[in-house]
């Protein structure tokens, strides 16, 4: 049996992560465990072993706030082969006539069991025809039934079902609560390994215990040294790739030593995908020190003085969109090679240089006289405000003492749809339905002139191309908040005949493009 199941938790005590387990522990001493409960949490958390766990509680012969798990329920429930209580997985079991069967099913009494069990694994798989027709039996189940969906996407579950859970979250586990659980592993097999190995191993889990464990057991069938230095070897950081002169290759644009670098790599059998998730670790570590938080293990972030704050954002940048591209990559090193010649060659630092002048674009603030602010980016916020709306025109005054006034001007927003547009022309075209009427430095607020324009945007797919734009844009991660707002209306000087009423300025000159997303949207 691998570790993973031979020390997986039996026990509430036993779940190693602490907030889930004391959500539970307060949920079961309350003596009213609830027909329909959903565990939300990354993979490898701990979510199914939670919901076995309580299945043993709510069937335990003994009936404590603890499974004894010696009676014929826990014992069968352990082994899973207890037949009232039913584990599915949603992913293989999505449609609606699967949940019809499950219907069906749920009507039928427990055959020994005080309660039947149902944990729907990957919840957020089903159909939305299929979460309908199981959204009728939790609003209404029978008395004998508990079920417990887990997810690791609980966003993408629809909302009534949501409503009707009482949800427990399991957070990514801490690198403390790793080493928690690889210690029982490491106890109960009489296993020599020492602390800091065990650091590099929950490190390198990014959160999954289930993921740590299979690490762990994978050094100790391959009889590898359990040092941290080894450890550290076997899991792609110093063996097929050194960080220190790699790091010294980029600081000092040596572009063909950088490649020979990454193609050393791939010829001793490393993977680009290790390759970045070392990289990226390293860089952030690295970032983080320079606004003053250590992170991760000490020695993890070599030669970090190489490189300014700025640096090492654009940095960061480029490996993650290069991490991004890896598995479509036709050549798996491509993304990285094509990022390490954008760094070299001087395209970071543009990409950089570039940000920097589209803030300079962005009114800042000050708390200073009105004198103290630019002119210039006054006239330019003035005009785009009379675009929008010429009933803005007013007087300017003086921001008040310790306030921070940001605005969007005209060039910015006309910036932004530049950059959205060769990305999706459906988003730029929503886009010329709205204007910016907000922006405080971590949100930004936009006006959107029609409801239909308004769901559009805030879709997600949409809603994180047009921040990751507006980040890239203005130098700062964004927010984007739509509201509805009139929509300005043309006024042409003396024209003869106007049309009655005025006619809303979507564009200038773009019909074409609206006509394409509305083309897109309803077919041709």
């Known amino acids: 049996m691998t570790f993973y199941l031979k020390y997986r938790g039996q026990t509430l005590e036993e779940i190693d992560l602490k907030e889930a387990r004391e959500s539970l522990k307060r949920l079961v001493s309350s003596g009213k465990i609830p027909h329909a409960l959903l565990f939300s949490g990354p993979k490898g958390s701990g979510k199914t072993s939670a919901a076995r766990i309580l299945a043993k509680i709510i069937n335990c012969e003994k009936q404590g706030s603890e499974p004894c798990n010696k009676c014929d329920q826990c014992v069968s429930i352990t082994k899973g082969n207890n037949i009232d ?56 189940p029978p008395a004998h039934v508990v079920f417990i969906l887990a997810t690791t996407n609980p966003e993408k579950l629809i909302e009534t079902i949501r409503s009707r859970c009482v949800n427990i979250v399991f957070k990514k586990a801490s690198s403390q609560e790793i080493i928690r659980s690889l210690n029982k592993v490491v106890k109960g097999e009489k296993i020599k390994i020492k602390e800091d190995a065990l650091g590099v191993i929950a490190e390198k889990s990014q959160g999954s215990f289930r993921d740590a464990v299979k690490t762990l057991e994978q050094l100790t069938s391959e009889k590898e040294s359990l040092d941290k230095k080894s450890v550290e070897e076997f899991l792609f950081r110093r063996k097929t790739f050194n960080l220190e002169e790699f790091l010294t290759y980029l600081a000092q644009d040596e572009t063909k030593k950088a490649l020979t670098e990454i193609e050393q790599v791939i010829q001793k059998g490393g993977s680009m995908q290790d390759l970045l998730e070392f990289l990226l670790t390293s860089l952030r570590a690295g970032l983080l020190a320079k606004v003053g938080i250590a992170s991760g293990p000490e020695g993890l972030w070599p030669g970090g003085e190489r490189f300014s704050k700025e640096d090492l954002i654009n940095l960061i940048k480029l490996f993650t969109e290069a991490h991004g591209e890896l598995k479509g990559a036709f050549i798996e090193q491509l993304p990285v090679e094509v990022a390490v010649v954008k760094w070299c060659e001087g395209e970071g630092r543009k990409l950089q240089s570039a940000r920097l002048d589209q803030n300079s674009l962005v009114a800042k603030g000050d708390t200073g006289s009105p004198s103290s602010r630019s002119p210039k980016l006054d006239s330019a916020s003035e ?34 749809l530049a950059h959205v547009k060769p990305i999706n022309t459906s988003i730029e075209a929503l886009l010329r339905a709205a204007r910016p009427i907000g922006y405080d430095g971590k949100v930004l607020t936009l006006g959107v002139f029609y409801k239909f324009h308004k769901e559009r945007l805030e879709e997600n797919s949409h809603r994180r191309v047009l921040e990751d734009v507006v980040a890239g844009v203005l130098g700062n991660p964004a927010r984007i908040v739509c509201t509805l707002t009139e929509p300005p209306v043309r006024r042409e000087p003396e024209v003869k005949n106007p049309p009655a009423g005025g006619e809303p300025v979507l564009t200038e000159g773009g019909d074409k493009d609206i006509i394409k997303i509305a083309e897109e949207i309803f077919g041709n």
């Not at 069990?117 to 979460?131: C, F, K, N, P, R």
């Not at 008040?400 to 940001?406: A, D, F, P, R, S």
């Open 383 to 416: 005009n785009l405000a009379q675009t929008i709306d010429p009933s803005s025109r007013r007087q300017p005054t003086a921001p008040l003492k310790g306030e921070m006034k940001l605005e969007i001007t005209e060039e910015v927003w006309r910036t932004i």
């Open 85 to 140: 209580v039913i584990e599915l997985d949603a992913a293989s079991h999505r449609g609606i006539d699967d949940v019809r069967a499950l219907r069906d099913a749920v009507k039928l009494s427990a055959a020994r069991a005080r309660k039947k069990v149902y944990i729907i694994d990957e919840a957020h798989m089903l159909t939305l025809e299929a979460s309908n027709a199981l959204l009728k039996t939790l609003e209404e």
